[in-house]
């Protein structure tokens, strides 16, 4: 079961003198991780080094920021992938305290560090999720509307035209049939519904 962050989350450490913050968040976005590391990095400006990865679905990233090479952003990466997440960025600042680590050092120090802060973190399951689409006459709004929430479903406020309202709906995919069934059902099969393609 993968799983992405609940929210951001940090974790601080002291190795040999030297400190060391990871800060790790959620995505929706490659934009976003993007996005974070900067805002990390602004926040921190004292820091020697700002090592950052991120996962997002078939999508990753990671980089050493100035750190020999392979030692910081790849260790930091893998244990994203150990862990199974995804949809999720992180980020481990080091303010140098005087003592050289050595590559291996620093391999377990930036490892070590993400791994306990990613461990630590509050976390929910990842599930797929699509949007669906469907055109649904005005006899039928009604009671479609008092039915969407009874069956979780999360509904877009529908597009209203002249024969009745298009409805978008976002659910998790195992749902599918099941949905597509109760809507075919309630509409005596005059919806027609389509998976919107996101693009």
């Keep these: 079961m993968t799983e992405t962050l609940l929210s951001p989350f940090s974790l601080e450490r002291d190795i040999k003198k030297s ?17 974070f590391i900067s805002r990390i990095a602004a ?6 080094h700002h090592c950052w990865a ?6 990753c990233r990671c980089h050493d920021a100035g750190e020999p090479s392979g030692t910081a952003g790849r260790p930091i990466l893998q244990v994203v992938v ?5 949809r999720v960025a ?11 680590l050595g590559a291996g050092g620093l391999v377990r120090a930036y490892a070590g560090t993400a791994a306990e802060c990613l461990r630590e973190a509050p976390k929910e399951p990842l599930i797929e999720r699509i949007k669906l ?15 969407l929430p009874e069956w979780g479903v999360e509904a877009d406020t529908p597009a209203f035209d002249a024969l009745g ?3 978008i709906l976002t659910l998790p995919e195992e749902w ?18 389509r998976l919107v393609e996101e693009n």
């Design 19 to 35: 400190r060391f913050l990871a800060s790790a968040t959620p995505l929706t976005s490659i934009e976003e991780a993007e996005a």
């Design 165 to 167: 309202a298009q409805f």
């Design 133 to 147: 689409s469907f055109h649904c006459p005005f006899s039928l709004i009604g009671l479609l509307q008092s039915r």
């Design 43 to 48: 926040a921190g400006p004292d820091a020697t």
């Design 54 to 59: 991120w996962q997002f679905g078939p999508h």
């Design 176 to 193: 599918r049939e099941d949905i597509t069934q109760r809507i075919t059902d309630l509409t005596n099969g005059q919806a027609q519904i």
């Design 82 to 86: 150990a862990q199974k997440l995804d």
């Design 90 to 100: 992180i980020v481990v600042s080091r303010w140098f305290g005087g003592i050289k």
